[in-house]
């Protein structure tokens, strides 16, 4: 069974650069597609993007001046970075896993807690 | 862009039908996944595709899609239901996922 776990730094401050990290395990990286959500306290889910294997990726198009996702297939995990952070970045960070678009994200991190302050 | 109109909130008596709309213009030519979420949980996937559920997800549990409409229904709720639940297509022109702004399902 695939597990998702994300890891970085609770606390950033503003115009720094936010960078996390999602180690997966029980499933190849080489397959799906891996994908980074966000969640601003109190409110939905936002996507932010998607990379997969072979380097395709994706962003949300009001966030992808700043972001960039990349996966590091020997060590199955991939990475998000999102730059010149503000505090409308302070967030709840998931990652998770599409196999494909009509199967949704079926594999979730458990989050982590992102906060943009100086 | 794509906006999928869910409503803030339902609430619903213990052993009662809750019933889930996710409304956007011919929804119905997109497939429609909901996840059902709890305080300071991930999302659990509990449909896919309209109408399909993920192993382990209880049949009362259902999916279905028509017209300008898709609906999430949960037959004999219980306080285990409550939740953030969040509708989700994928928009094929910009290759990403678009979410609804959730529906806030509270047990009486």
């Known amino acids: 069974q695939v597990q998702l776990q994300e890891s970085g730094p609770g606390l950033v401050k503003p115009s720094e650069t936010l960078s996390l990290t999602c180690l997966v395990s029980g499933d190849s990286i080489t397959h799906s597609y891996w994908s980074w959500l966000r969640q601003s306290p109190g409110q939905g889910l936002e996507w932010i993007g998607y990379?997969?294997?072979?380097?395709?990726?994706n962003y949300n198009p009001s966030l992808k001046t700043r972001v960039f996702i990349s996966v590091d297939t020997s060590k199955t995990k991939f990475s998000l970075n999102v730059t010149s952070v503000t505090t409308t970045d302070t967030a709840v960070y998931f990652c998770a896993r599409s196999r494909l678009r009509v199967t949704g994200f079926d594999s979730w991190g458990q989050g982590t807690v992102v906060m943009v302050s100086s | 862009s794509y906006v999928l109109t869910q409503p803030p909130s339902l609430s619903v008596a213990p052993g009662m039908t809750a019933t889930l709309t996710c409304g956007r213009d011919?929804?119905?030519?997109?497939?429609v996944l909901w996840y059902q979420q709890k305080p300071g949980r991930a999302p659990v996937l509990v449909v896919f595709?309209?109408?399909v559920r993920p192993s382990g997800i209880p049949e009362r549990i259902s999916g279905s899609n028509s017209g300008n409409t898709a609906t999430l229904t949960i037959s004999r709720v219980d306080a285990g239901d409550e939740a953030d639940y969040y509708c989700q297509v994928w928009d094929n022109r910009g290759d990403h996922p678009v979410f609804g702004s959730g529906t806030k399902v509270t047990v009486l």
């Open positions: 011919n929804i119905e030519s997109k497939s």
């Open positions: 990379v997969s294997y072979s380097g395709r990726s």
């Open positions: 595709d309209d109408s």
